[in-house]
């Protein structure tokens, strides 16, 4: 097992959700078929072993995976011994969905480990339907790799995130001034409201980010919000009005209506809305 921040010990055991990395067949020492495999949470990376005859087949490549089983120890280091491997449907509001990415995706570990702290202050209803959003890999890797921009503010690799927790770092300041305010909506929004541009940017061999296809023709205002509609589906505690006040926070735009958007019509929508200009304007909340 490669070093990571996991504190593990030979004996120790372990039941806990990770992604799937990639898994391969090969032959153990008394001849029995076996897989290796390797399994991810943000900071860590285990190398694990299973006989055939307990994990019959490899899940997919990126899924989220719970998995029990003991670390071991040999002469070729230390690693997980796999007893039992199975797809998780859907991530518990327990642990964050951004803490069961893969390391690689990660640009800014600091930052990542800012917005799981603010989404762990969240009511359930929240933590579950952002879980939900994340739990799709191709969503979450372009969410933690997206720039905030092309061309504006925070046009760099990570910068989504970046302006992402500035954002809902200034959505808990003014919910704790502004008593009135549903706080856990306004920063649910601050954390969704970009979501989009997981799928609005593509980056190309050479590290340059540029519109994706979709992007070009669709945008991440709409994006996210059918990114979050899908999720939604899969969620138990989020009522159908909270989730049309969501939506709201993340679509409404000053711009005309009959271009399809419609104007911030709550309080917290109008924090947001405000919050997201000053935010992309490069104001930064220390």
């Known amino acids: 097992m490669r070093r990571n921040p996991l504190a593990v010990a030979a004996g120790q055991h372990i039941d806990g959700l990770f992604r799937f990395g990639c ?14 495999m390797d399994l991810y949470q943000r900071k860590a990376i285990l190398t694990g072993k299973a006989l055939a005859c307990d994990i019959p087949k490899c899940p997919q490549a990126d899924s989220v995976v719970r998995v029990k089983g003991q670390i071991i120890g040999s002469d070729g280091g230390v690693f997980l011994w796999v007893r039992e491997l199975a797809p998780e449907i859907g991530v518990s509001t327990d642990i964050c ?7 690689g995706w990660v640009v800014d570990q600091g930052m990542v480990d800012a917005l799981s702290g603010i989404w762990s202050t969240l009511a359930p209803p929240y933590r579950e339907l ?11 890797k372009g969410f933690l790799q997206a720039p905030g921009s092309v061309r504006h503010h925070d046009a760099v690799s990570g910068g989504c995130v970046d302006h992402t927790v500035r954002a809902a770092k200034m959505a808990v300041a003014i919910a704790e001034l502004t008593p009135d305010l549903d706080r856990d909506m306004l920063v649910a929004g601050a954390i969704l409201h970009d979501i989009g541009k997981s799928i609005e940017y593509r980056q190309n061999d050479y590290g340059r980010w540029a519109m994706s296809r979709f992007g070009k023709r669709v945008g991440h ?23 049309e006040d969501l939506l709201h926070l993340m679509t409404c735009s000053y711009a005309p209506t009959w271009a399809g958007y419609r104007l911030p019509a709550t309080a917290e929508a109008t924090a947001l809305s405000a919050i997201d200009r000053l ?6 909340l220390h």
């Open 23 to 36: 898994g391969y067949a090969r032959l153990a020492k008394d001849g029995r078929h076996a897989w290796v």
């Open 97 to 103: 969905g951004l803490d069961l990415a893969t390391p």
């Open 130 to 140: 952002i879980n939900a959003v994340l739990s799709d890999a191709v969503v979450l």
């Open 221 to 243: 205002k709409v994006g996210g919000a059918l990114i979050v509609g899908t999720a939604a589906k899969e969620c138990q505690l989020l009522s159908s009005e909270q989730l």
């Open 279 to 284: 935010c992309a304007g490069r104001v930064a």
